[in-house]
């Protein structure tokens, strides 16, 4: 089943494989994907390999996760998601936005309309999200949608930089 979400500003449509230029132009950029663990994308395969398995997740009668395109006034801007776990009472949620568009609120937004549509559409009971404690941008939008640190001392690994670091855990329990 597909849906779609309407903020103020912002419209939350699935995300597809229309989307490789504007997707794959913020997937490989190295600033915008500093805190992303399996990102950059290298080439554009790699980004539509990534969109065609999103697309194929969206036409299953019950999908997995839900991956949101981002869009502001007709342009996709960035992703968010939610995915469930196997009894459909928790999910994890994450974004990325093209970091053209820092800065404006729009991911705040973004992760508030999925957390009320995971809330109320699928009666969720925990709804998490995890960050690199260097990333005090996604610690602030998770805090300002309600959700609380959890644990701050898991580790993060980033195998396409063979890298690790300090992960953060936010959560809301219902």
Known sequence: MYYQIKTERLFLR?????DLETVHEYAS??????YMQWLPNKTLEETAEFLSGVTKEWEKETPSFYEFAIELNG???????????????????GWILNKKYWNNGYATEAAMALRDFALNVFHIKKLTANCDHRNTASSRVMEKIGLELERD???RVYPKRNETARELTYSLIV
Not at 14 to 18: E, M, Y
Not at 29 to 34: F, I, K, Q, R
Not at 81 to 86: A, I, K, N, P
């Open 75 to 93: 342009i996709q801007i960035g992703a968010i998601s939610v995915y469930l776990d196997d009894n459909r009472e928790s999910g994890a949620l």
């Open 153 to 155: 001392n898991d580790i």
């Open 14 to 18: 699935p995300l597809n494989i229309t």
């Open 29 to 34: 950029n190295n600033e915008n994907t500093m």
